[in-house]
C-alpha cells in the first residue's frame, strides 16, 4: 500500500494551495509542466529546460511537453522523474514530435523493455543526486533519484505478464515526490533541474531503434502573470501552511 506523505492526498493539497493563491489575489489553478531531455549518450549530468522559450537539447519544445511561460509563476507541490522510451527511426536520434508524442514512460529499466546492456546502465539514473536552484537560491541541494523508484507488485517475464510491455501504473501520482517546503518558479528568473549521475555513463540504445530520455513531471499551481511579484513574506506563508 503506498502512502501519501503526512495523510495529505495530493487532491486536497493541490485545492487548498488554490485557495491559498486566490485569497492572495493570484487567480492561481492547479496544473502541471513538463520536461523531456534525451539521454542518447555518454553523459555524467543532465539539466532540464523548464521555461517555454528554452529549447530542450533536441534544440525542440515536444508539444507533448508543458513549459512555464515567462510571465507566470508556477508553485511546485510535487514533481516526478521518469525514464522515457521513445520509437525512432535509426537507434540514438532525437524523436520527431509525432514520435515523441507516443513516448512511454517508466518508472524503472524494466529489463523485459530495454535490452540487458541498457536496462543495467540506466540502474544508474536512480543512484544519481537531482538538484533544483532557483534564482540564487539552492532549494535542494541533492534529492536522491531513488526516491522516484517504483517497480509494481506484478512483474513482467513469467505467465500471462509477460504478454505486455507495459510495467504496473498506478494512478497519476505513481513516481511522484511532494517537496518540503515548497518553491516558486518564476518565469522570469532562473530555475534549474539537473541530475547530476554517480559518473559518465552510457545511457544509449545499443541497438534497436529506440531513443531513451528523461522525463522531468511538475506538479502544482499555475500563476498567471504571477512572475516576479509573490514576495518572500507570501512564500514563506505559503511554504510553512502547506509545507507540512
Known amino acids: 500500500m ?53 529549447p530542450n537539447n533536441a534544440g525542440l519544445v515536444y508539444g507533448f511537453e508543458k513549459r512555464l511561460n515567462i510571465s507566470d509563476a508556477f508553485v ?56 533544483i536552484k532557483v534564482g540564487q537560491v539552492n532549494w535542494f541541494p541533492s534529492i536522491h533519484t531513488r526516491k522516484f523508484y517504483r517497480v509494481g507488485q506484478a512483474q513482467q517475464g513469467a505467465g500471462p505478464a509477460v504478454v505486455t510491455p507495459a510495467n504496473q501504473w498506478d494512478g497519476a501520482d505513481y513516481g511522484m515526490m511532494q517537496l518540503i517546503p515548497t518553491i516558486t518558479l518564476n518565469g522570469n528568473g532562473n530555475n534549474e533541474f539537473t541530475v547530476t549521475l554517480p559518473d559518465s555513463v552510457n545511457t544509449a540504445v545499443p541497438t534497436a531503434n529506440f531513443s531513451n530520455s528523461l522525463v522531468l513531471i511538475l506538479d502544482g499551481v499555475i500563476l498567471p502573470n504571477a512572475a516576479g511579484k509573490i514576495d518572500l513574506e507570501t512564500k514563506n506563508t505559503f511554504a510553512t501552511q502547506f509545507g507540512q
Open 76 to 131: 511546485v507541490l510535487s514533481l516526478g522523474l521518469y525514464l522515457g522510451r521513445t520509437a525512432t527511426a535509426s537507434p540514438n536520434t532525437n524523436p520527431t514530435n509525432a514520435q515523441a508524442a507516443i513516448t512511454k514512460l517508466y518508472t524503472f529499466p524494466n529489463s523485459t523493455v530495454y535490452t540487458a546492456a541498457e536496462s543495467a546502465n540506466l540502474e544508474a539514473i536512480y543512484n544519481s543526486s537531482l538538484n
Open 2 to 54: 503506498r502512502t501519501i506523505a503526512r495523510g495529505i492526498k495530493q487532491n486536497n493539497r493541490s485545492s487548498s494551495a488554490v485557495d491559498f493563491w486566490r485569497k492572495k489575489g493570484f487567480q492561481g489553478s492547479r496544473s502541471q509542466l513538463v520536461s523531456m531531455q534525451m539521454i542518447s549518450t555518454t553523459q555524467s549530468q543532465v539539466s532540464f529546460a523548464i521555461l517555454q522559450t528554452q
